[in-house]
């Protein structure tokens, strides 16, 4: 269970270090690419499996590798904005109750079992993000408030589907850090690949709250990753338990952070639909 608490304190970090640095007006992408950067480097460094690029490109995990870092880096630019916008609470909840899709998936491809109790615990997470990111159309600034959580939603569970598919037929314990690093690296060159294609996005100096954001970030970050798929690797419960533990862990202590450090504001819907998170979240674990 320590891989599954150092995954679960990487995530909280994550969304700890987006608010942070919102206080210190940091540039987004500046801060996303730095954090990659470092992820990979981090990565490289603890990696002890021999590798070379021929022997990368030719491997039966390097497409969905590229595939993942390319969707982390879209899902990060998202998080960070909308904790920004929307809030770190409403954020980690729509992030971490996306496992509903990682959960059917695991249901409908893996067989795992499904019954009328996870179908009502399903059911019950969607509704709850639903409530969680309502805002009243008087108080919202625009659609995007309601509309990037659900983004998240849908977008962080796809990933994590397509990370729980890898795991299962093509990384190994022996090279979950090689692949954890070739995640970050593809990340990396699609963070750069943003920049030259829309320079006006990142500013041309980097502050110094970017540069230690951003490297605690991408700790963060590959430590989220890396001891996710060491939990699944190495447990012996269902994937839907591992997912359920480790999201309702983390929706916890970021409802709790955000409520008492950044005084972050909940309507009664709100609180509603963090009841029902709860609640779907006990329910998917099989408690």
């Known amino acids: 269970m320590i891989y599954l608490l150092l995954s679960i304190l990487s995530s909280t970090v994550i969304f700890i270090t987006f608010k942070v640095t919102e206080r210190f ?5 500046n801060l996303i690419t730095i954090n990659y950067l470092a992820a990979a480097i981090l990565g490289f460094s603890f990696n002890r499996q021999s590798f070379s690029i021929s022997g990368l490109f030719s ?4 497409l969905y590798a590229l595939i993942i870092g390319v969707s982390y880096i879209l899902m990060f630019f998202l998080m960070g904005y909308s904790v920004r916008k929307s809030g770190m609470a409403v954020t980690t909840i729509a992030g971490k109750l996306s496992m509903v899709i ?8 893996f067989g795992e079992k499904v019954n009328t109790l996870k179908i009502a615990g399903l059911t019950l997470a969607i ?3 639903l409530l969680t990111s309502y805002r009243p159309v008087g108080k919202a600034k625009n659609i995007v408030l309601i509309a990037l959580p659900l983004a998240i939603f849908v977008g962080t569970g796809m990933t994590d589907s397509l990370v729980k598919y890898a795991q299962s037929y093509h990384v190994s314990n022996r090279i979950s850090l090689l692949f954890s690093s070739v995640v970050f690296l593809s990340a990396l ?7 030259l294609l829309k320079p006006k996005s990142s500013s041309k100096t980097i502050t110094l709250p970017e540069l230690i954001g951003g490297v605690v970030l991408g ?6 990753l890396y001891f996710f798929i060491l939990t699944l690797n190495n447990s012996k ?3 839907s338990i591992v997912f359920g533990l480790n999201n309702m862990c983390i929706v916890l202590f970021s409802i709790l952070i955000g409520w008492t450090l950044f005084k972050e504001k909940f309507s009664n819907t ?9 609640i779907a979240i006990l329910i998917l674990m099989n408690f």
């Open 219 to 224: 700790i963060a970050n590959f430590g989220s």
């Open 127 to 129: 509704v709850a993000v």
């Open 59 to 62: 491997s039966d995990w390097i």
């Open 189 to 195: 060159i699609s963070g750069l690949l943003f920049i």
């Open 25 to 29: 007006k940091t540039n987004l992408v």
């Open 270 to 278: 709100n609180f509603a639909g963090v009841i029902m998170a709860f």
């Open 102 to 109: 990682p959960i059917l998936f695991s249901v409908m491809y």
């Open 237 to 239: 419960l269902d994937s």
